[in-house]
């Protein structure tokens, strides 16, 4: 096979391919065979106008220099572009007249096109009739006189060995895309968010896909063993010298080939048919596997989620990640001494070696939980006034909800400290309850509300001195954004 796309290679045609612009390439191909698929070529000018729309429908493509990307102008581009595609031989120009030319596309690039598509185009509805090609197929090859050599001549036995050996590598193709189509799920499932989201793709997106058509139809419709079957009569076929001899024939004549290279070939054929039929097998093992290891994940992922994590956790390691990026290869007896790296606890104190180690823990000193003398009796009034007043400067997820409720009525609205205005101590403290929780129920109220608090010094931990305050009442904070979700 290199040695037969020498030719290609040294012409330049997949280098296109390699280019960062291949997109632009490849959508141009298939505009001018879209353009002419009736007379199989077209006419140049207007063959520079679809490789122009192409260049504008790929805005945010960058061109190198030989393409065009130096230049402001369209049509320069395009005309570069368009020399570039007969350069690399995918068109060819056909001189009608001293003043009229077409443009011919190239066989190959048609055939590289149809390539690239299914490569690009994931088709699951195609795993549909995935049991009826198997089931026919396994029928042909187990019918009567199916592989007998009095039965056919040279060229029609070529004929239907050839069909099988596509037939059956369009099966092999089938499978391998069930095997893909599973993968992308493992790989949307490593990426989920929350437990519901990996329950909804375990339960209703995976289990309602074509590959598990293609699955049920491969184990409940009994091919398992017509398979079986068929593999045993094609090793019968591949070991009988007067088949091989008669398909032998049959590819003499059809390719002009020598006696013994034709026998060769022959034996070919029939060991790659036995083959592909051995290779199903091992394939539906293969898919047992990722179907277990994918249930494996689901099930693994969902706990974690529900029992091991949370969001203080993910806080706590976003902050572990973000310093570690920003002082990979430093010391944590250096950062003390980097700029506005000064640390904000008051007495704070750096332990290093062995001083750093836990303490041991001393005992604990008994504890006397005797009640003090009350004394005088206290006055009813004044006591119910301090429960009052501790009520009211009690942070609880009521008020917070209340403040959310207020300031944010639609979910997804968001609110910076930077327009926030409080005009009275309890505006505070409800926005102090704010932080301290994320959920809460309206007084008398079933419904929940939910909040994010968005800190203006994500980003900025190596300056702080760049974190912006704004005045709240009478006291200057870091800025934030609360938003409900």
């Given at each position: 096979?290199?040695?037969r796309?020498g030719?290609?290679?040294?012409a ?7 280019r ?6 490849v959508d141009?191909a ?12 077209i006419?140049?000018?207007?063959a520079?106008?679809?490789?122009r729309e192409v260049?504008e ?7 190198e220099d030989?393409e065009?990307?130096?230049s402001t102008?369209l049509s ?10 007969l ?12 003043s009229?030319y ?7 690039l048609r ?6 598509d ?10 549909k009739d ?8 396994c029928k042909?090859i187990?019918?009567?006189?199916a ?9 029609s036995l ?6 099988l050996i ?13 095997e ?6 493992e ?9 519901r989201?990996?329950l909804?793709?375990?339960?209703d ?14 184990r ?5 063993p017509r ?9 019968e076929?591949?070991?009988d010298?007067f088949l091989?001899e008669?398909l ?6 059809h390719?002009s080939?020598?006696?013994g ?10 060991a790659?048919l036995?083959?592909h039929?051995?290779?199903?097998p091992q394939?539906a ?6 179907m277990?290891?994918?249930s494996?994940l689901?099930a693994?992922r969902?706990?974690?989620?529900t029992?091991?994590r949370?969001?203080?956790?993910e ?6 990640d973000r310093?570690?990026?920003?002082f990979?290869g ?7 001494h ?5 640390f904000r606890?008051v007495?704070?104190?750096?332990l290093f070696g ?7 823990r001393k005992k604990r000193?008994p504890?006397?939980?005797?009640l ?7 006055d ?8 009052r007043r501790?009520n009211?400067l009690?942070l609880t997820?009521q ?8 300031r944010l009525?639609e979910k997804?609205?968001?609110l910076?400290?930077e327009?926030?205005t ?8 409800d926005l ?10 309206l007084?008398?109220s079933?419904?929940l509300l939910r909040w994010r608090?968005?800190?203006?010094r ?8 760049q ?9 200057h904070i ?8």
């Amino acid at each position: 096979m290199g040695k037969r796309l020498g030719p290609l290679f040294d012409a330049g045609f997949f280098r296109p391919l390699a280019r960062p612009s291949a997109a632009v390439y490849v959508d141009c191909a298939e505009r001018l065979i879209g353009a002419a698929v009736d007379a199989g070529q077209i006419e140049r000018n207007e063959a520079r106008m679809l490789v122009r729309e192409v260049i504008e429908r790929h805005p945010d493509t960058v061109l190198e220099d030989d393409e065009g990307g130096g230049s402001t102008d369209l049509s320069q581009k395009a005309t570069l572009l368009f020399n570039k595609l007969l350069e690399a031989k995918w068109i060819a120009e056909r001189r009608i007249s001293l003043s009229e030319y077409y443009i011919v596309i190239a066989p190959q690039l048609r055939l590289l096109l149809r390539a690239l598509d299914q490569v690009a185009e994931n088709r699951p509805e195609e795993l549909k009739d995935f049991a009826v090609g198997l089931r026919s197929l396994c029928k042909e090859i187990l019918a009567e006189k199916a592989f007998d050599p009095n039965a056919f001549d040279g060229p029609s036995l070529r004929a239907t060995v050839k069909d099988l050996i596509e037939r059956a590598e369009r099966v092999l193709d089938q499978m391998h895309a069930v095997e893909n189509l599973i993968g992308e799920h493992e790989a949307a499932q490593r990426q989920s968010v929350s437990g519901r989201e990996t329950l909804k793709r375990f339960l209703d997106e995976f289990h309602v896909g074509e590959h598990i058509l293609c699955y049920d139809a491969l184990r409940e419709a009994g091919l398992l063993p017509r398979i079986a079957k068929a593999r045993s009569v094609l090793q019968e076929a591949a070991a009988d010298p007067f088949l091989k001899e008669r398909l032998a024939e049959g590819l003499q004549v059809h390719s002009s080939q020598s006696e013994g290279k034709a026998y060769a070939r022959a034996e070919q054929w029939l060991a790659l048919l036995e083959q592909h039929f051995a290779s199903i097998p091992q394939i539906a093992r293969q898919i047992d596997a990722r179907m277990a290891e994918f249930s494996n994940l689901s099930a693994a992922r969902y706990r974690y989620q529900t029992e091991m994590r949370g969001q203080r956790p993910e806080r706590v390691k976003e902050y572990c990640d973000r310093a570690a990026n920003a002082f990979a290869g430093k010391k944590f007896s250096d950062l003390a001494h980097e700029p506005g790296m000064a640390f904000r606890t008051v007495h704070c104190e750096v332990l290093f070696g062995r001083d750093a180690l836990a303490p041991v823990r001393k005992k604990r000193l008994p504890i006397n939980l005797k009640l003090a003398d009350p004394g005088s009796p206290a006055d009813p009034v004044e006591a119910q006034e301090d429960i009052r007043r501790c009520n009211l400067l009690t942070l609880t997820p009521q008020r917070a909800a209340r403040f959310v409720e207020e300031r944010l009525p639609e979910k997804g609205t968001r609110l910076s400290t930077e327009n926030l205005t409080l005009s009275t101590e309890d505006d505070l403290l409800d926005l102090l309850a704010v932080l301290s929780f994320d959920r809460g129920n309206l007084a008398r109220s079933r419904k929940l509300l939910r909040w994010r608090v968005r800190p203006a010094r994500e980003g900025t931990y190596a300056s702080p001195e760049q974190i912006p305050l704004d005045p709240v009442g009478d006291v200057h904070i870091e800025r934030f954004s609360i938003e409900r979700i």
